[in-house]
């Protein structure tokens, strides 16, 4: 790297740094100021935890909730952050001259453009990292809402789960949902046929997610392709209510079972199904999906528990964090021809025109990444992929327009 480009490159680190800092610090000020007495109460709730009283534990939660929202924030935010860090710092040379010397001595503004579209992709690229590693062990503290911070002990479990589909098409409801721990109580399951009648009613005090690991001995003996890992729900307590059916004759009780009005009850002690923690979560809130890892995400779309229309959504949200880097380059793009310029011009009127330009392209872009396939009319060419690129596809022509206007 030649003297030229580190000095650029430490001008842009720099603003983008102060940038960064400004911003966050304004977005964390702004919203803690407008839900204040949710943090002061979560400090009342948890002071006996804290060290120091009250006071301790609100500055500790307080930190606690706004660390992730901030990397959050930062991963959506990045493309606009960079453009605004370009801006100053070719501003700032500008307005010493030092472009001018540039320009004097030969160099090409496409030169000069290079370091700072060089940097520029790579804080993008920071963004998948963050997304793949990051984010995702702290996604059920990003999806939290500020009045689940006061919570405290089985409270935090009072989520409940109202008839989430089961694999089979079976009904699954729990009166409280603790997804860190995998456990549901007050359990429900209606077990339908293919016609979608019930044929045995479950219910158990809690069940706990304890997928249990098949031997390949097992597996032979099975005779089957039954898959390695049993996913199960284990419960306390679990009874099955087998519904007698029009005209049906009931069998032999065996020791745990005893007649009923509708039918038999006998004990149970598991259910197999593909619902698990994360598919219950990815159900109950839809941005929770957009915070797992690829690899979470890919084991997610394989799920028989989630239906199609939700596995088209998640291949959608895999292109997306490609797409998304690309689509931040692609502002920063957009917006030199606003700034690198032979001759000084009016450096307000620029930078509002490419905050014009990039605001309202990085805005248009989010929204393309959230429309779904099936609302869109391209028939079979609105796969998941198709729309994830789609911004990309359309920009692309306005940034190579856009970096076609510097005259050099």
């Not at 990292?129 to 911070?149: G, H, T």
Request: aromatic content about 8%; overall charge positive.
């Amino acid at each position: 790297m030649k003297t030229l480009d580190r000095y650029i490159v430490r001008q842009f680190l720099t603003n983008f740094a102060i940038l960064f800092v400004v911003l966050m610090s304004l977005f964390v000020v702004v919203d803690l100021i407008v839900d204040l007495d949710e943090f002061i109460q979560a400090g009342e709730a948890h002071a006996d935890a804290w060290l120091g009283g009250r006071w301790v534990a609100t500055l500790g939660i307080t930190v606690g909730y706004y660390g992730p929202t901030v990397l959050l924030v930062y991963v959506f935010f990045n493309g606009l952050i960079v453009v605004g860090a370009m801006g100053f710092t070719l501003t700032s040379l500008q307005r010493t001259r030092e472009l001018t010397a540039m320009i004097a001595s030969g160099v090409s503004l496409y030169r000069v453009a290079a370091p700072l579209l060089v940097t520029g992709l790579l804080l993008s690229a920071l963004t998948l990292p963050v997304q793949e590693f990051i984010l995702p062990p702290m996604a059920p503290q990003l999806v939290r809402k500020k009045s689940q911070l006061k919570q405290i002990g089985d409270e935090r479990e009072r989520r409940p789960v109202f008839y989430a589909p089961a694999g089979g098409g079976d009904l699954l409801s729990a009166e409280a949902f603790d997804p860190d721990a995998g456990v549901l109580r007050g359990v429900q399951i209606h077990d339908r046929s293919p016609e979608g009648r019930t044929v045995r009613f479950v219910r158990a005090d809690a069940a706990y997610w304890r997928p249990e690991t098949i031997t390949p001995a097992d597996r032979a003996a099975a005779g089957d392709a039954s898959p390695a890992i049993r996913m199960r729900w284990v419960f306390e307590n679990g009874v099955a209510e087998e519904i007698r059916q029009p005209g049906a004759s009931v069998d032999v009780l065996a020791d745990r079972e005893r007649p009923s009005p509708r039918g038999v009850v006998r004990g149970v002690g598991a259910y197999d199904t593909d619902l698990s923690p994360t598919v219950l979560q990815a159900r109950q809130t839809a941005m929770f999906a957009s915070l797992l890892s690829i690899r979470e995400l890919q084991g997610l779309s394989q799920n028989r528990a989630v239906d199609a229309a939700r596995r088209g959504k998640i291949q959608q949200v895999i292109w997306s964090r490609f797409s998304l880097m690309v689509l931040n380059a692609l502002l920063l793009v957009m917006a030199l021809p606003f700034f690198l310029s032979r001759v000084p011009g009016n450096t307000l009127v620029s930078a509002l025109r490419a905050a014009a330009l990039c605001i309202g392209a990085w805005g248009g872009g989010l929204v393309m990444l959230q429309v779904s396939p099936a609302t869109l009319p391209l028939g079979a060419l609105a796969s998941p992929a198709v729309v994830a690129w789609l911004p990309v596809a359309m920009y692309l022509p306005v940034a190579a327009w856009q970096l076609s206007r510097i005259k050099t």
